[in-house]
């Protein structure tokens, strides 16, 4: 069974840094591109960064490009989002995602002073 779970959430000022974390199971993680996708209150899902199976690739969205890093450890199944510079705007629930059909919990982060 595919297991997505999610952590580091959490309420920062703007301006502060935060690092999310995704421990995955269930399959054979480096085999599988990852993602991390956002909703915040009222909208719909956003992609926010993209990393494929190597670690040697990723794509960022343009509001996000610049201030968040997206990594990946194999050998601990393990994918993160450094978030730096963090706006008001970037408040949302916070998935990690496996393809359009594997989504964790989600975790929290509220921006705000």
């Known amino acids: 069974e595919v297991q997505l779970v999610e952590s580091g959430g959490t309420l920062v000022q703007p301006g502060g840094s935060l690092t999310l974390s995704c421990a995955a199971s269930?399959?054979?993680?480096?085999?599988?591109?990852m993602a991390w996708v956002r909703q915040a209150p009222g909208k719909g899902p956003e992609w926010v960064s993209h990393i494929n199976g190597g670690g040697d690739s990723t794509h960022y969205s343009e509001s996000v490009k610049g201030r968040f890093t997206i990594s990946r450890d194999n050998a601990k199944n393990t994918v993160s989002l450094q978030m730096n510079s963090l706006k008001p705007e970037d408040t949302a629930v916070y998935y990690c995602t496996r393809g359009i059909s594997y989504w964790g919990q989600g975790t929290q982060v509220t921006v705000s002073s």
């Open positions: 269930g399959f054979t993680f480096g085999n599988f591109d």
